[in-house]
């Protein structure tokens, strides 16, 4: 830590991590509106993004209305500005990050690019200047590892390509999201509003919300889309001599399985230890080791692997 007389400022992602810290440092802190303080130190957080890039229309106020002769927006510089939902935590955070009495700053926020991103915007927005800036770089929360990332932090430039990857990402989303959400509604959205019923709608595009939304529309279209086929249900008790007695049971829509198929297979097996439905694995003409794992709830792992082995000579008799 700072060998100065100044204090050192702590600043965390979250409260949580925030008291994590003041705990490690194990200085008598006194609790303040939005941050803790001690002789020695201060410990202060963000409550996630405090800040976040700015609409169109503060570029420019004509870029409030959509309109296609407006597209696509690219600005040589970007804007940023405080989230009104948090600014007094910004507010108290940027007081901190220039008082005088502070003079080495230990980013304390996640060890990744979010969390990087999430500091950089606060310290460009605040506009730190002539403070010594550390980056606590850990991997859990324990107190052994707060301390060995305080001790071991290194100057806040060795982050400066981590940084630069995440004002990328966040520039490529917001000009996906800002870009293809107006000319998409503004194609689209009266078809769809009509279709809906709705008063107005917003064709919403995001570069991972869309893929999700993508994910969840082709699974229900499996869905709609399903065939019923006949399937088989196979079930066996298995005697403590090694003997196994198995019957099949027919729901409603199956059908008997053929002798020699995998269904009537099954019911043959000579192993102890196997409880329980078995299913079978698509594209499979037998079964995974992890799938038999988890579906018969097996004691032992050593019983799953004797039944596959079984199921292998099975299938390898004429």
């Known amino acids: ?17 925030a008291r994590e810290f003041a705990k490690a440092l194990k200085y008598r802190m006194t609790n303040r509106d939005g941050y803790m303080e001690s002789e020695e130190a201060v410990v202060t957080w963000c409550v996630g993004h405090l800040v976040t890039m700015s609409y169109p229309e503060a570029y420019d106020p004509a870029l409030k209305r959509w309109s296609l002769q407006t597209l696509p927006f690219l600005p040589e510089e970007y804007k940023y500005e405080v989230i009104p939902g948090v600014q007094k935590q ?17 980013v304390c926020t996640d060890s990744g690019r979010e969390g990087e991103y999430i500091y950089r915007l606060v310290e460009k927005q605040a506009g730190v200047h002539g403070k010594t800036r550390r980056r606590v770089w ?49 194609k689209y959205g009266t078809p769809v509003k009509n279709y ?51 019957s099949r049971e027919s729901g409603a829509g199956e059908v008997p399985a053929p002798q020699g198929t ?38 032992k792992k050593e019983s799953a692997e004797a039944l596959i082995d079984f199921l292998k000579t099975e299938e390898e008799a004429p």
């Open 1 to 17: 830590m700072s060998q100065s007389k100044g204090k050192d400022l702590f600043i965390a992602e979250k409260p949580s991590v």
């Open 262 to 299: 995998p269904a009537a297979r099954e019911a043959s097996v000579r192993q102890k230890g196997f409880e329980g439905e078995w299913r079978a694995v698509e594209g499979s003409a037998w079964y995974q080791s992890p799938l038999l794992y988890k579906e018969n709830g097996f004691l």
């Open 90 to 106: 910004f507010d108290i955070v940027s007081s901190l990050l220039n008082r005088e009495d502070v003079t080495t700053i230990y």
């Open 196 to 246: 809906l019923k709705l008063d107005r709608a917003v064709i919403s595009v995001g570069r991972v919300m869309t893929c999700v939304l993508g994910m969840v529309v082709n699974r229900e279209r499996e869905i709609r889309q399903f065939v019923k086929t006949p399937f088989y249900r196979v079930t066996a008790s298995l005697l403590p001599e090694g003997m196994a007695s198995g």
């Open 138 to 186: 850990i991997d859990s929360q324990t107190e052994e590892e707060i301390l060995r990332g305080i001790r071991e932090a290194k100057d806040l430039s060795a982050y400066d390509h981590l940084s630069d990857a995440a004002y990328l990402r966040a520039k490529e989303d917001y000009l996906m999201g800002i870009n293809f959400s107006r000319v998409l509604t503004l």
